[in-house]
Every structure is written in C-alpha cells, then in structure tokens.
C-alpha cells in the first residue's frame, strides 16, 4: 500500500533578476553600445552559473528511464504491400510471425448496439479480430465503479498474461459503446509512429538527453533522450469534470493547433462559460481510445489501479488517467526547470516564444522513488481520434473529389488561413476499398458468394477519392477513428454518413472470406507478416479467456442498426445454418465441417 507520502517540496520558481534600463545622461553613442554589451554579458554569466545545486535530481529520484525501452515508432508493425505472390495451396502449419502485431482490445460484457457497430466498422477496413475484454462475465448488481475496476484489471491482466500478446505489440484499446472506424491499420498505425517520432524530436529540444549506464555490462555509458512519448490518447476540448485545480487540467501541454484556430474566442474557456469549450484546443486526456506497445500500456493500467485502489475507488479511471497525465507533466517541469539555462530561459521570456508548463499552485504528493514517467501524449489534431464532445461542429463528411467544397470548406468553418484541402497522402495510397477479391465468385469458402449479398459499387468509378469521409476541418485530418461522446441521438445519424454504410453487409462479408481460401494462402506465405496477428479466424471475435466467439453470436439481432438492409439475419440470409469458421492455416475454429459429397 501507499507510503505516506512527503509533501511537494518548495521549488523556487525561476525568475530573472529584475532588469530595468535606467535612464542615463546622452552619452557618446559608441560608449553606450560598450557599455550595454558589458552589463548583458555580465548578467548573461551571472544568470547561466547560477544553477541551483540544492534540488533533487528528479529524473532519476523518481525512475523515469522506461522500462521497455525498444521505440514504438521503429517497431516494424506496418510492412510494405505485397502483391508479387502467386497462387500457392500449401499453407504452412509452423508459421512464425516475427515482426510485431497489432491487437485491438474492446472492452463489453455483452454484443450492444454500439460494440457491434465498433466490431463492424473494425472488421469492414481489415483489423485483426477484436479482442473481447470481460466478454460474457457479467456481473449482476454490481456497481458502475466496480465494473470499472474489472474492466481496468481484465485490460492489464490480459496484456501481462496472454501468450498471443508481446511487449513490443502495438495495442489498440477503445471504449466498446461509441467509436466507429474509418480508416484501415495501415494509416492507424503510421501515423502513430509518425506523431511519435516528430514529436519526440521536439521533446528532445525541451528536456535535453541523459547519460545512463549501458544495459550490457562492460559497455560504455549510453545518451538516452530524457522523456519521450510512447502511448497516445485523445485529446479532448474539456478537462475531466471536478479537477479543474489538478495538474491533469492546469499542468498539461498546450494543443499544437494555432492559437486562434477557432477565432478570437479560441481557448476561453475555462475563463468562459461551458457552452464556449467548442472554441477550445483540444488540450485534454480523454480515455475513449489509446494506443501504444502493450509493456507501455500495462504499466499505465497497473498505476492506474493503483490509484483507484488508494482512494476506495471513489472515482474512475478517467480522473485516475488524466491525474497521471498531469503528475508526469509536473515532474518533467521540474527537471527542466533544474537543468535549464536560465539565461536562455530569460531570454526566450522576453522575446516571448516561451510556453513554460504552468505549475504555479500546484500541490501533489510525490511518493519517493515511484514511478511518474509514462511516456503519455495526446493525438491533438484528431489524426487517429476524434472526439465528439463539443467538436461535433467541426466535421463534416465530404468527398475529395468534390473541388467547390474542398475550396470552401475551411473557409465555411471560419478558419484563418484556409487552403483548399486534398486527400491525404497515406489514404490515396491505399488499395480501392470496394475492390472485390478477384477469387470470390469463384471460392467455395463460406460466406458463399450471391450476386445480391455481394454487390459493391464498381470499383472504376468508386474510391476514396469520392467516398464521404469525415474530416476535421480546423485540424484539416481525416481521423482514423470516431469517438462519438457527444450526443447520444447523433450516433445513429453519423453511422449511416459512414462511407461503408451502404455497403456494409456486402464489406463485411468481403472481410469474413478472406479468412480462408487464396487470401489468406497468399498471406501465409509471406510468413504471416502482412498479417497484424497470427490467431486468424475472421469469421468472429476473441475473448480474454481465449474463447472464440462467432460474429453472430455477438451481433445477431442488431443487423437493423448495422446493415439497414432488410436482408435478414447474418449469415442467414439464405435460410443457411451456421457456417463453419475456419483461421488462416484452414483449421476449423467454429461449426462443422461441411459434408464433402461423395463424388470428390
Ligand atoms: C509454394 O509453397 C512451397 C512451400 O512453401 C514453395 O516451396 C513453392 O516454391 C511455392 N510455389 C510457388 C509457385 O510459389
Ligand atoms: C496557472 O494555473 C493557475 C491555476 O492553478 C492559474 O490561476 C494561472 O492563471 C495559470 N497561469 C498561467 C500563466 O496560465
Ligand atoms: C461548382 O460551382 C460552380 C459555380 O458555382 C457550378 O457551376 C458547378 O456546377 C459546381 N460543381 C459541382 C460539382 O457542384
Ligand atoms: C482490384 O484488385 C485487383 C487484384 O485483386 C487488381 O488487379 C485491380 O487492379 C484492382 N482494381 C482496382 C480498381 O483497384
Ligand atoms: C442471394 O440472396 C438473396 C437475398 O437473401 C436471396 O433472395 C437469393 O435467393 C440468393 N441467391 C442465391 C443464388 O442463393
């Protein structure tokens, strides 16, 4: 349990010297130049060798070096396509996936409405099947919070326990009730490692590098960057309610939007009233949806427990999370402030490019020697997550193609500096997505196919060039994901804007084929690596405990709410019983294998 813990020590906050130009008789203009440099160096010394020896080091007095040091941003997850295989039936039965996988984790107890749709949209642009944390444990009369605290610790246990799961996997863990996808994997995770690596440039500008002892004995000390980032949530335009004096709302980073994205109002509340914090920079930790390595995201859950442990469980893993956000941002603070130049320092005051992190009456209890270094940043231009709260006005769907409303876009949202928007780079590189598999009329795999069920647009005249995409018109993204915590009553509108609606059925039934036959063939012998995991079976979901569970048996029913279609039940459309689900290596995970008839 919790030691007592000492208060924050007194940290002197860092001020200048005052330095007033004192006004002086005229004196020959060349002197007065002289004399000017001398003060400036003089102070200019004074002010660098002051350094405050006296103050703990607070990098290595709380251990900050990560535990799982192997980047995320270099981890080999996303591999070049490859479209140079031939046919070839022989499937492997050893296959060995050596390059880091992508796991998403969806946390439901039961098939909603909204996990359904979450499951469908995932499925439809290619994730690996999702992992059901807590699927089928129910809980009668247990409380919110103590379904909170199981889902909490099911999402760590199952990143510590899992055989399927390594240390350097990607994971991808989203809320279950209201995100849909938008766009594949691929975009999902470079873009990832994109913000990483960019910002973590920056990050080594700000806090400078550290020597630390090599991890093989005898070699020389190595220079690591001090704090990086590895985990990244979305960002929010709102703090977590009741923590308005925590570091979590006052002492985390700024957005990296321009300061008047939103006009003159930008940023004002929480001066302002509430109905305002559209105007604001999404600034704030909001946990809907989170990715990073899983050894990155299982130290943050066991913290995260750890607080709602210390304080009874009084409040959510939303506060804990934004708290542990803020203590980070705190601590880095403090050690920029050890280790600054304060002539620098007092320099960029001046000229005012500085934005020093705002630690002015803060109070948190630092635990000696823990852990508050987690490697945390938020996506804050919605390149991965967007999130629906008070930013439902700053979407919309619209079609690349479609020259009069890319031109006028921004400008209709009164964004400075507008531009005419293209698609973006890494979506017009991706394969058409209504391209049917050459091989599916042909494949005697299940779903088997019909003209009817099967129909996508032709794909000559159809692309994501004129698909309708959401897009962020202040931040000019295309997120990967929706998160729709704002309205409820939008949901439903927004799932049918979706580009795949119309076709979700037919999409769906694409993604389930694949599982089997020439795909899946092709894949293999790649040695797996173009598959974001090896357990394969895309006719359904996994859970935690390892179970299989079939697409019907966690949607049946919400076909309505997913397809609109009146086609009639999943994979009974034809009055057909339940098909056998096959992985990629041909093993039958589901059902019964169908009767082979007696002519073969
Ligand atoms: C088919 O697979 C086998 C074993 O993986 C390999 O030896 C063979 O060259 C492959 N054939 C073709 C045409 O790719
Ligand atoms: C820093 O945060 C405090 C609240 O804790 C606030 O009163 C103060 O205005 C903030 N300072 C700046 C420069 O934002
Ligand atoms: C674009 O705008 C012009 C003039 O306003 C109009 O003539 C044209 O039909 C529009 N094109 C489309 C595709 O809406
Ligand atoms: C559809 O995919 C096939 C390969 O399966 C490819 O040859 C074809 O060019 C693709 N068509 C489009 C429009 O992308
Ligand atoms: C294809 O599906 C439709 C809709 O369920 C059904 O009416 C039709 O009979 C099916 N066609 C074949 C050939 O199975």
Same mark, same amino acid.
């Given at each position: ?29 060349? =002197? ?141 863990? @989203? ?26 440039? =920056?990050?080594?500008? =700000? ?15 190595? @220079? ?151 490697? @945390? ?20 769907? @619209? ?33 058409? +997505? ?33 698909? +309708? ?132």
């Amino acid at each position: 349990m919790a030691s007592p813990s000492p208060p924050l020590p007194r940290f002197e906050e860092t001020k200048p010297a005052p330095w007033q130009f004192a006004r002086r008789p005229r004196t020959p203009r060349a =002197k007065a130049i002289v004399y000017s440099a001398i003060a400036f160096f003089c102070l200019f010394y004074l002010l660098s060798s002051s350094k405050r020896q006296s103050q703990p080091d607070f990098w290595s007095e709380f251990p900050s070096r990560h535990p799982f040091p192997e980047s995320p941003e270099n981890a080999q997850v996303a591999l070049p396509q490859r479209l140079d295989i031939s046919i070839n039936d022989t499937l492997p039965h050893d296959l060995n996936k050596p390059n880091p996988s992508l796991h998403v984790l969806v946390p439901v107890q039961h098939g909603s409405r909204g996990a359904c749709r979450a499951i469908t949209s995932a499925m439809i642009l290619g994730y690996p099947p999702p992992t059901l944390v807590g699927y089928g444990h129910e809980k009668p009369g247990a409380t919110e919070l103590e379904r909170m605290v199981d889902r909490i610790t099911r999402m760590r246990n199952y990143l510590k326990e899992s055989k399927m799961v390594k240390n350097h996997d990607i994971v991808l863990a @989203i809320d279950a009730d209201d995100i849909f996808f938008q766009l594949p994997p691929r975009v999902l995770v470079t873009r990832f490692q994109e913000i990483l690596r960019k910002n973590n440039q =920056k990050l080594l500008k =700000k806090y400078g590098a550290v020597k630390v002892e090599s991890s093989i004995p005898g070699s020389p000390p190595e @220079i690591v960057q001090k704090y990086s980032q590895r985990v990244l949530f979305g960002a929010s335009k709102i703090c977590y309610s009741a923590l308005e004096e925590d570091a979590g709302c006052v002492s985390v980073p700024h957005s990296s939007l321009p300061p008047d994205v939103y006009g003159w109002k930008t940023d004002d509340y929480p001066d302002g009233e509430l109905v305002d914090a559209h105007m604001n920079r999404p600034r704030y930790l909001n946990p809907g949806a989170v990715i990073g390595q899983a050894a990155d995201l299982r130290i943050i859950y066991d913290e995260a427990l750890r607080i709602l442990q210390q304080r009874n469980k009084k409040h959510g893993d939303y506060q804990a999370l934004t708290q542990i956000y803020g203590r980070q941002e705190v601590i880095r603070e403090l050690e920029r402030r050890r280790t600054v130049n304060n002539a620098k320092e007092w320099l960029y005051k001046l000229i005012g490019i500085d934005e020093p992190t705002n630690i002015t009456s803060i109070s948190v209890r630092l635990e000696t020697g823990h852990r508050y270094e987690y490697g @945390i940043g938020l996506d804050y231009e919605s390149q991965l997550f967007f999130n629906q709260i008070y930013s439902r006005g700053d979407v919309e769907f @619209i079609k690349y193609n479609d020259i009069n409303k890319t031109s006028q876009f921004q400008g209709q949202h009164h964004v400075p500096r507008e531009h005419r928007l293209l698609l973006p780079d890494d979506i017009a590189a991706l394969p058409n +997505p209504y391209n049917q598999s050459r091989f599916a009329k042909d494949q005697t795999t299940h779903p088997l196919w019909n003209a009817t069920l099967d129909k996508l647009p032709n794909p000559e005249g159809h692309s994501w060039h004129n698909a +309708p995409l959401m897009t962020n018109a202040h931040s000019a993204s295309v997120p990967v994901l929706a998160h729709l915590n704002g309205d409820h009553k939008l949901r439903n509108e927004w799932w049918e804007k979706m580009w795949f609606f119309p076709y979700a059925r037919a999409l769906l039934r694409r993604y389930m084929r694949s599982s089997h036959g020439f795909d899946a063939a092709q894949s293999s012998l790649l040695g797996g690596q173009n598959w974001w995991n090896t357990r394969g079976g895309r006719g359904g979901v996994w859970t935690d405990d390892e179970n299989w569970v079939t697409y019907s048996d966690v949607c049946e029913g919400q076909e309505r709410d997913l397809f609109d279609d009146d086609l009639g039940l999943w994979a009974k459309e034809n009055g057909d019983p339940d098909e056998p689900v096959y992985n990629q290596f041909g093993n039958l995970l589901y059902g019964k294998e169908p009767e082979v008839p007696d002519e073969w």
